[in-house]
């Protein structure tokens, strides 16, 4: 999609369409509202007198100005409330407009920008949100449906007017940020929807050479027998029910300009997980093929770190494997020597991402990193204790939690602290060995994150919790039934703030 930003009256341009924003409650019309009311002699006043556009957020109205304008329709889209607008309120309105779009099968379309910043929302931002909700509006997953079912007609491009000078080079800003964040976005999304036959660790690995080649990024593909050498024995032990090689995938981005530091994200890659010999049920097993959401995440903020040539060195790492039962397998008992020397007693092999993830972790301190940040759909109790609207931030410095905590805010992918307390940890002894992997019924999501805390040592961490996130059951407003994307947003806004700790 072609995307440009102009100077200039939205309403004198030409197009195909034109798309207004407008907020609840206006008294009286300014601006491209103001021209068109009187081209219209009306006709937007008689709309809003009727009550059957009135602004509310996400509401949307299309007209038909026949001869009389350039534009074949104008659409409208509701704000709410100015005193009440986040940047998240635009990107869900945005999300609404570009379902209108889709549905009316629009290929080009000049877009009333904002004029300035509004309270509490930078033009940036706000420029930024409505890329995003427009972009991900149009996300659909039409890869695996031949001929007829695929949608034929695509919005092509995108002209977003700023009537004044001042403040084009931040909504230019926005635009190009919101376009990049949405990429990574939609490529997470893709990547996870992906089924298991198609999504392999071998295809995941080919996805990450084929990102560095197109990125200029450091890409390195360590296959089983490296991964041996490196004794990343708990990993390995996951994989090792499974016929699919495992790989162990770095991606590494190194900024020109000066450094700000060095950050370490690591990805659960399962590329499905059936829970090995503790078999999970049909039914758990339906989202499975999204375990390695992380892993997709983490991969495309790096690539993501490059478009946007941030200034901080992006090490990415994803253990990416398949958790099957089979003679092979790992059993339940099994004693496995991690490759931080730590020994794990596994009683559940369904509880995998934590052992993938150990030896994940212990390998990225190697790169001597400022700071670590995992994302993982690590455990289903952390859907029963938030809910679906926000990961869980689990951390071991405070600093670096608000930070995230804020990006979430700004991203739209909320984060919500959960306690890390040390009194949890007596749950994960093992009479055997070090640490055993799962600890009792209650608490599920914190034990899984306590048994991360003790591989990462002193090295300040944050831990995401995705699985409450990375799915949706239906469509709303820039989302899509299916995987969506949760973190790769969330992490380059984390890394667009990223100063040193
Ligand atoms: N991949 C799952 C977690 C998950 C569950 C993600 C539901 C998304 C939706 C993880 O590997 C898992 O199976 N966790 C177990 C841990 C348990 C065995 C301690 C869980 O959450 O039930
Ligand atoms: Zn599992
Ligand atoms: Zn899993």
Known sequence: MQIEVKQGRVELAEDEALLLTSFEGVKRFVGPFKTIEGMLSGGLSHLFEAGDFTGKEGQTAVLYPGEKLRFGKIILVGLGRRDRITVEGVRRAFGFAGRKIRELKLKSLSVQAFESGLAGVKLTESSQAMVEGMFLSHYRLDRYKTGAEKESVQLQKITFWKERRKGVGEVRRGVTDGEISAWATSLSRDLANRPGNYLT???????????????????????????????????????????????????????????AGTLALVGKGITFDAGGLSLKSTEGMLEMKTDMTGGAVVLATVAACAKMKLPVHVIGVVPATENLPSGTALKVGDIITSHSGKTVEVLNTDAEGRLILADGLSYARSFEPDAIVDVATLTGTIKLALGTLCAGLFGNNPGLKKRMIQAGEVSGERVWEMPLWDEYQEFLKSDLADIKNVGGRFGGSILAAKFLESFVGDIPWLHLDIAGVDVKDKDDSYHSKGATGFGARLLLQFLKDWKKI
């Open 201 to 259: 660790p071998t295809r995941l690995a080919d996805e990450a050479t084929r990102l560095a080649r197109e990125n200029k990024l450091k890409c390195t593909v360590l296959s089983e027998s490296q991964v041996r050498k490196l004794k990343m024995n708990t990993f390995l032990a996951v994989a090792s029910g499974s016929k699919e090689p495992a790989k162990l995938i770095v991606l590494e981005y190194l900024p020109s300009r000066k450094r």
